[in-house]
């Protein structure tokens, strides 16, 4: 692990043996060539300079991360990938993410960054190309982990399905405790979609309230862990009752490292 910081997460739930989770998030690889359109070119070379500058200089580029933190991952019991994984949607993007995933075990979540430009019909036009990327189920996924259950639910447009809310409730009831991994932090203002000019299916909005008022109430729940903000490091956000924390950007050069004896 030559470049890569850590911060780090305990949680104490009585585990006979400890284990360890790797939480990558917020990668934001952005390459273009000549398979895409060509403003894709000054795109990527555009976004590259933000997320440089975002990352305060960082030692390598957003795919070199990524390599050394699924070499670093060898190291855990699971690795969880919560979203933005790649910026945009090109060729070059595709490849570069398949190629260093190529083989690797991990859990994937969707960010909000996977499905662009940001619309529910554009999303599901695109979802079939995008989990042909990534192992898994980016919907719904969970995978019990030394007698941890490990769920990680797709969040990246802010709202939740029927589907997962079902899922969910079918892994309460196998009565593990459970931690939940997604993309957006679940008291993100934007969930109001009023400010991003996303408009939600029907009835989504309603049962991302209805979903969530379980999640606070359901004890199995012991922490939630997301990204989408873009921290250097671990912070925990303001959704309670469990402990929530929005985990740094792999960007920026950290990896979140949680401990759960
Ligand atoms: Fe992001
Ligand atoms: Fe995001």
Known sequence: MKHLKTDRVELHLGLEKPIKILHITDIHIS???????EKWLEFAAHRREIFFKEGRRPERDPAGY????????????CTVITGDLIDFNSYANYD???EILAGKDYMFTPGSHEFCPNNFERK???WDEMQQLFRGDMEFESRLVGGVNV??????YYV???????????????????????HVPYDCPFLT????????????????????????NQPLIKG??????????????????HPCYIGPSLFTGCVGVITID
């Not at 769920?151 to 990246?156: A, E, K, P, Q, Y």
């Open 66 to 77: 990524l390599m050394e933190a699924m070499e670093y991952a060898k190291e855990f019991d």
């Open 124 to 126: 599901a036009e695109r």
């Open 193 to 216: 979609h009023e400010q991003t000019g996303i408009v939600p299916p029907e009835g989504a909005k309603e049962l991302t309230v209805e979903m969530n008022e379980y999640i606070k």
């Open 151 to 156: 769920i990680t639910m797709d969040n990246s």
């Open 160 to 182: 939740w399905t029927q589907k997962q809310f079902d899922m969910l409730k079918a892994e309460v009831s196998r009565g593990y405790p459970i931690l939940l991994f997604s």
């Open 96 to 98: 570069a993410a398949t």
């Open 31 to 37: 390459f273009a060539d000549d398979r895409d359109e």
């Open 224 to 241: 939630i862990f997301t990204g989408h903000y873009h921290r250097l490091e671990y912070v925990q956000s303001g959704y309670k009752p």
